[in-house]
């Protein structure tokens, strides 16, 4: 039992990056555009934050921060970055109408060695005497979890023992979720996603729905970068440790049907498939073979989205203008 | 209103198209230099020098540039047909992954078992084999079930990845977590040097594909099928092309060459396998290809280009002391620039005419 809530946990916290990254994407693909710039925008928003944070803890010492400013100061930072990426991507695609893939992969190399070149140069860049990037005291702030967590047993363990931003992405996704199904902004959202000249031709603002919903797509994005670097990485900056979990959470995206709240229990299960290696034996299996489960996520994701193009529900399809750009004059 | 509004343009002059992409990188350059003054605070005409100096300062210098440029080109190559067919294939990561694994596997328990020619024969059919089966899995669902390709290559990639991962795990050297190079002291299966440059034989194949690439899109029978497909499949199945047979063989063709490629990095420059043998070509290939509007001897001035920056900033990075993802940063700006520019070419900014008109 403690192992299983032990694995839960862990599950969840390996979770989290993913679920801001897919309810980013899924947001953005709705509009239309196939932001494959999603794992170096979550790099961004990862080394921002941390930026934001070194010169903080640097300015003020480690001792002596205010918790409230500590979470404050790389939060804004981390979205400053990631909005910046967004308006790169938006600006090249919808006001320009550069192809969204190859724009995305430019932002991902983009992305992911800007984080790379600041996490293995702050420190000589700002002249610090640092010995590498430990955000400890910030990190702290940021993993404050609720106080009664631990008074209510395994179910204070398995619900309430995280920090604020998980709940923050269970929050966002929930809330994505609710207003592209139930509201007016939703509709039109979904309306510029499938068939923007028709969208146009009741009168929405294409471009202006295009750009808002990629932007806040990316800024959601990011927060999974920051949630890993300050929570589940403890502050540490580590080249490459964030990994391939921006593909993952593009992933997730289709194996949640573009569906925001679906993404939320899918996402605790790639984490759990993420790690799960580390908490069964198979009898005959050793470590090596072992590595195989971590091939699951992406298997299970490919037969979703075969399955879901066999069965040509209208429903779980991707939306149908994914990928192309829109010209009013196209027509 | 706004004082002007958009249109397309109808052909443009192909000069002008590329003075257009000409300023445009230049433009990035610029912004490259500012970005690279403001870390670095040298000179910007210094920076230059170090990059030239680091692409072509030595011999070995300008080898490693050879070859980097031909491995790039390789890929790019590969997937062009898929893309001229507008099948937009991001899995050339792992289909020449997956050839590297064959030529790697191969070189492992073939060993002295062939003679050392016959075994690099195998390597090279089992690569391309390899490559290929990685590329027409996404082909036959999307010919079939009209399946996202670009997210199924995607998942492709990954999965290729971790095979690969499982592999190096159960015949990792030691306890070092990775492969050494194989067959070190033997060199079976290892692309013989000729005039006793390591990486000539390859970048000779690579040129010669170039050719036949460009041969192939441009004056073959599938080539034009391929462009049609690419440019509305309504008319490709109104003149009676197999629209499902064009792109499962196109994407034959494009998993064959980057299984080749695969074979050419193990074979001909790592001797090993590892995750990041491809080291995010399979990606950066989209763009060389995409930027060179999917022509084969463009081709060879844009993976010059992107190299020659990646080279020149890790020579900036050495000097300075600062990290080598520097040259993402500076490719990046230099794609985003270019792919600005497009717009410039297809489209145009007219002003609109007065309100009203003239009467």
């Known amino acids: 039992m403690m192992m299983f809530v032990q694995f839960f946990q862990r599950a969840v916290m390996q979770g989290i990056p993913l679920l801001f990254g897919a309810t980013g994407e899924i947001l953005t693909e709705k509009s239309g555009h196939l932001n494959l710039g999603i794992p170096g925008i979550m790099y961004v928003g990862a080394i921002s934050g941390v930026i934001g944070s070194f010169f903080y803890e640097s300015s003020v010492g480690a001792a002596n921060i205010n918790p409230f400013l500590a979470v404050l100061i790389p939060l804004l930072t981390s979205i400053l970055g990631s909005l910046i990426m967004g308006l790169i991507y938006c600006f090249l695609t919808v006001t320009l109408r550069a192809n969204q893939n190859v724009t995305g992969l430019a932002l991902t190399t983009f992305g992911t060695g800007f984080g790379n070149f600041f996490g293995g140069s702050l420190i000589k860049i700002s002249g610090s005497d640092m010995p590498a990037i430990t955000l400890s005291a910030t990190s702290k702030c940021f993993k404050t979890s609720l106080p009664f967590a631990d008074s209510l047993g395994v179910i204070g363990k398995l619900f309430f023992s995280y920090s604020f931003l998980v709940?923050?992405?269970?929050?966002?996704a929930i809330i994505s979720s609710y207003v592209l199904n139930h509201t007016r902004t939703g509709l039109h959202l979904r309306a510029v996603g499938e068939n923007p000249a028709t969208a146009d031709a009741a009168g929405i603002n294409v471009n202006r729905y295009k750009y808002v919903t990629t932007c806040l797509g990316s800024i959601i994005a990011g927060l999974g970068g920051l949630y890993y670097v300050m929570d589940y990485a403890s502050g540490i900056w580590s080249n490459g440790g964030f990994g391939d979990r921006g593909w993952l959470a593009v992933a997730i995206v289709i194996f949640a049907l573009w569906r925001p709240n679906w993404a939320i229990p899918a996402s605790i299960l790639f984490g759990g498939l993420f790690i799960i290696y580390n908490y069964i034996s198979i009898p005959g299996l050793g470590a090596e073979q072992m590595e195989l489960f971590k091939m699951l996520p992406y298997l299970v994701t490919l037969i979703v989205l075969i399955i879901i193009s066999m069965r040509e529900k209208r429903e779980s399809q991707p939306p149908q203008a994914l990928g192309l750009s829109y010209f009013r004059e196209d027509r | 209103m706004l004082g002007f509004h958009v249109v397309k343009r109808k052909n443009m002059d192909w000069w002008k198209a590329w003075l257009i992409r000409g300023a445009s990188i230049i433009l990035g350059a610029a912004v490259c230099a500012v970005v690279i003054v403001f870390l670095t605070g040298k000179d910007p005409l210094d920076v230059f020098e170090t990059m030239v100096d680091g692409a072509f300062g030595t011999e070995r210098r300008i080898w490693a540039l050879l070859q980097g440029i031909a491995m790039l080109l390789c890929i790019s190559l590969a997937v062009t047909p898929a893309f001229k067919m507008k099948f937009w294939n991001i899995g050339a990561e792992g289909q020449a992954l997956m050839g590297g694994l064959a030529s790697a596997a191969c070189m492992m328990f073939i060993k002295d078992a062939l003679p050392n020619w016959l075994l690099i024969f195998v390597m090279v059919v089992t690569s391309m084999l390899a490559g290929a089966i990685w590329g027409v899995i996404p082909a036959f669902f999307k010919a079939r079930w009209g399946t996202n390709e670009t997210l199924f290559t995607l998942m492709m990639n990954y999965i290729a990845m971790q095979i690969v991962s499982v592999f190096i795990s159960i015949f990792a050297t030691g306890?070092?977590?990775?492969?050494?190079v194989l067959n070190a002291s033997t060199k079976l299966g290892w692309m013989p040097s000729v005039g006793g440059q390591a990486y000539l034989l390859n970048v000779v194949i690579v040129l010669v594909l170039t050719v036949i690439m460009y041969v192939y899109l441009k004056y073959s029978k599938q080539g034009y099928e391929i462009s049609v497909v690419g440019e509305s499949e309504n008319t490709a199945k109104y003149i009676g092309i197999n629209v499902k047979k064009v792109i499962i063989?196109?994407?034959?063709?494009?998993?064959?060459?980057?299984?080749l490629a695969g074979?050419?990095?193990?074979?001909?420059?790592?001797?090993?396998?590892?995750?990041?043998?491809?080291?995010?070509?399979?990606?950066t290939a989209i763009m060389v290809s995409w930027l060179a509007k999917f022509n084969p001897i463009f081709m060879v001035l844009t993976s010059f280009l992107l190299v020659f920056f990646e080279k020149g900033a890790i020579q900036i990075s050495q000097i300075c002391g600062l990290n080598a993802s520097f040259s993402d940063i500076i490719v990046g700006i230099i794609i985003f620039f270019i792919i600005g520019s497009e717009f410039f070419i297809n489209y145009e900014i007219k002003k609109n005419a007065k309100e009203g008109g003239s009467k």
């Open chain 2, 249 to 259: 063989r196109t994407m034959l063709i494009s998993g064959l060459l980057c299984g």
């Open chain 2, 175 to 180: 306890g070092s977590g990775k492969i050494d």
């Open chain 1, 167 to 172: 709940y923050v992405a269970i929050i966002v």
């Open chain 2, 263 to 283: 074979f050419l990095l193990v074979s001909g420059a790592d001797h090993t396998i590892a995750r990041e043998t491809v080291g995010g070509r399979g990606f």
